[in-house]
């Protein structure tokens, strides 16, 4: 089966085919009008003649009808039915999840890890995961179980654009790290840059994404107590900053201590920016869905 793959998130969305193996995948900004820059990618692809189309979309969402609600999108935050244009628009099977459960079945199906029960992890414009337990995906009442993004990691914390307080999304998404460091003198203009400073010894982009891993190691702490998983493997452009780690390690060591949490294994994801794409293509995997 020839499957057509999209992953759409607040920065950019990505398309690709797979036909055995992924194709080579491309990309264009998200932009003000999401649905132009989806069927500028998808078109072209389509036109090869596909079976099926994977889709891989940020959160939240009504599932498994996939009408999306991205906090990071700001044109669909009302809502968007896109399975149902998708369908009506190219007349083959839609199976559609949020973003980071597709990297969260992507990492299980092909990451290598050897396990049955996996949390995965996006932290990038946003934060998300997905849960595979018992090798299985866990889909939760409404499509969004695994959504660490919104643990709380400091209730008097920064507001949260989900309208929270102190959540992992709040303190560890990248435009919320710009703006932190920004507002102490930073002259990083976006999430890169922060990164590139970091690699050149920057003191205050050090401090930023140590910030940014004291959260994390908290709210994985608190996600491996609750889900007894094995692995959490954290994808997204932050996985990537070598400075995040050492304090991610170090807070998770210290809340971690239940015996069975101490031997899981947090990782940076193994498969990289195609991750979702590989995830949309899994979702016609019978162990990855389960709503047709």
């Known amino acids: ?17 797979q036909d055995g193996t992924l194709g080579a995948a491309v990309r264009r900004p998200t932009g003000d009008d999401p649905w132009e820059t ?6 072209p692809l389509a036109a090869q003649g596909v079976d099926q189309l994977g889709v891989a979309c940020g959160g939240p969402m009504e599932w498994p009808a996939g009408v999306v609600a991205p906090l990071n999108i700001p044109a669909w935050r009302g809502g968007f039915p896109l399975r149902d244009r998708l369908a009506e628009r190219y007349a083959v099977p839609v199976r559609l999840h949020n973003d980071a459960v597709c990297v969260a079945v992507a990492e299980h199906a092909q990451g290598g890890w ?8 996006v932290v990038s414009t946003g934060v998300g995961g997905g849960l595979v ?13 695994g959504h660490v993004g919104h643990i709380v ?11 929270g307080r102190g959540c992992l999304e709040a303190v560890a998404r990248g435009p919320a790290l710009v703006e932190w460091a920004q507002a102490r003198g930073s002259k990083a203009r976006d999430g890169v840059e ?3 400073l970091a690699l050149q010894g920057d003191s205050l982009a050090l401090q930023t994404f140590a910030r940014a891993g004291r ?11 609750l889900l007894d998983v094995r692995v959490v493997a954290v994808g997204g452009g932050l996985s990537q900053v070598p400075s995040v780690w050492p304090t991610l390690r170090r807070t ?41």
């Open 252 to 292: 998770l060591a210290e809340h971690a201590r239940l015996s069975f949490a101490k031997d899981v294994r947090v990782e940076p994801a193994r498969l990289g920016q195609e991750s979702g794409l590989i995830g949309a293509a899994a979702l016609f995997d019978d162990r990855y869905w389960s709503a047709d």
């Open 133 to 145: 337990l018992g090798g299985r995906l866990v889909d939760g009442g409404t499509g969004n179980a």
């Open 153 to 163: 990691v400091d209730p008097i914390g920064p507001l949260c654009p989900c309208g």
């Open 38 to 43: 989806v069927i500028g990618l998808l078109d």
């Open 114 to 121: 050897g396990v049955a029960d996996l949390l995965g992890m």
């Open 1 to 17: 089966m020839k499957t057509l793959c999209l992953d759409v998130g607040g920065t950019k969305v990505a398309a690709a085919v």
């Open 194 to 196: 922060l990164g590139r």
């Open 215 to 225: 959260a994390l190691g908290v709210g994985i702490a608190s996600a491996i107590h």
